[in-house]
T-cell receptor, first 111, second 117 residues
Framework: QKEVEQNSGPLSVPEGAIASLNCTYS??????FFWYRQYSGKSPELIMS????GDKEDGRFTAQLNKASQYVSLLIRDSQPSDSATYLC???????????FGQGTRLTINP | DVKVTQSSRYLVKRTGEKVFLECVQD?????MFWYRQDPGLGLRLIYF???????EKGDIPEGYSVSREKKERFSLILESASTNQTSMYLC????????????????FGPGTRLLVL
């Protein structure tokens, strides 16, 4: 079982709709969770980090964390074509210096 | 703003050449990382460093070495480049535990696309 799993997609969403990206992780002592966006040919850029159970909102983005179920999700409201990218989920376990990345979900927003 | 820079965006080398990839960060971060990214394989950690002259192997260290002589600079070395090392190489840095209030968000450089012929 992979440590961090994401559906590779592609996930296709119409413009203006809500895009929902999911990530599950296997290590129960994971404590920090990150979503990165990566455009084709570019490097990953941080969108959000979340450390506590519940929701965290930043503009059109909402991260949701459920440690009991070991999943973290990213919702993108009012999806725009510029949101088309690969979204990487990353997890850090307690005491570790490094992140474990999922394979990424490719998201396409259709005008 | 955190800035992580990499010495080259594109690089073409011959099999057997020694290759140096340089990464510099300007935020006084403790930790620095080297990844490679290949289609279908995601981001894979090669090496990381949590202090000057300190290094730890990641998931795929074979065929690579690293050097961190100064806090802001982390070099990846391909001792004898091979075609299977053709990839996108990404450097990242993070604040590190010893920074008060520091957390482990990693910030990435623009990447170096290496082609080994």
């Amino acid at each position: 079982q992979k440590e961090v799993e994401q559906n590779s997609g592609p996930l296709s969403v119409p413009e203006g709709a809500i895009a929902s990206l999911n990530c599950t992780y296997s290590d129960r002592v994971s404590q920090s969770f990150f979503w990165y966006r990566q455009y084709s040919g570019k490097s990953p850029e941080l969108i959000m980090s979340i450390y506590s159970n519940g929701d965290k909102e930043d503009g059109r983005f909402t991260a949701q964390l459920n440690k009991a179920s070991q999943y973290v999700s990213l919702l993108i409201r009012d999806s725009q074509p510029s949101d088309s990218a690969t979204y990487l989920c990353a997890v850090k376990t307690q005491g570790a210096q490094k992140l474990v990345f999922g394979q990424g979900t490719r998201l396409t927003i259709n005008p | 703003d955190v800035k992580v820079t990499q010495s080259s965006r594109y690089l073409v080398k011959r099999t057997g050449e020694k290759v140096f990839l340089e990464c510099v960060q300007d935020m006084d971060h403790e930790n620095m990382f080297w990844y490679r990214q290949d289609p279908g394989l995601g981001l894979r950690l090669i090496y990381f460093s949590y202090d000057v002259k300190m290094k730890e192997k990641g998931d795929i260290p074979e065929g690579y070495s690293v050097s961190r002589e100064k806090k802001e600079r982390f070099s990846l070395i391909l001792e004898s480049a091979s075609t299977n090392q053709t990839s996108m190489y990404l450097c990242a840095s993070s604040p590190g535990f010893r920074r008060e209030g520091g957390e482990e968000t990693q910030y990435f450089g623009p990447g170096t696309r290496l082609l080994v012929l």
